[in-house]
């Protein structure tokens, strides 16, 4: 099982990033898909959530209209659309699968570092 989150790197206030990852050796198809963000610091932060399907998100407060969550199940791969991105979305994103039956994620990224400044 493999989730390789590629994407990250250094943007501007203000700017747009796309974040991917790319799912392996499990039924990708079948599972919810989260991106979370971990500053220094700071608590692991559930960014977002998309179904099986990707009929149904949901976000965070602090990125809500902001950031779109999205997935490609032919692809294995689910995204995060990041736009008008703020120096306070500096972080490591991480994506992790979870089981529909699960009550945590069974899988994890490595993730990517998002850095937002001028």
């Known amino acids: 099982v493999q989730l390789v989150e590629s994407g990250g790197g250094l943007v501007q206030p203000g700017g747009s990033l796309r974040l991917s990852c790319a799912a392996s050796?499990?039924?990708?198809?079948?599972?919810?898909m989260r991106w979370y963000r971990q500053a220094p610091g700071k608590e692991r932060e559930l960014v977002a959530h998309?179904?099986?399907?990707?009929?149904?998100?949901n976000y965070a407060d602090s990125v809500k209209g902001r950031f779109t969550i999205s997935r490609d199940n032919a692809k294995n791969t689910v995204y995060l659309q990041m736009s008008s991105v703020k120096p306070e979305d500096t972080a490591v994103y991480l994506c992790?699968?979870?089981?529909?039956?699960?009550?945590?994620?069974?899988?994890w990224g490595q993730g990517t570092q998002v850095t937002v400044s001028s």
């Open positions: 992790c699968a979870r089981g529909r039956w699960s009550t945590e994620c069974d899988y």
């Open positions: 050796g499990f039924t990708f198809s079948s599972y919810f």
């Open positions: 998309i179904s099986s399907s990707g009929a149904v998100t």
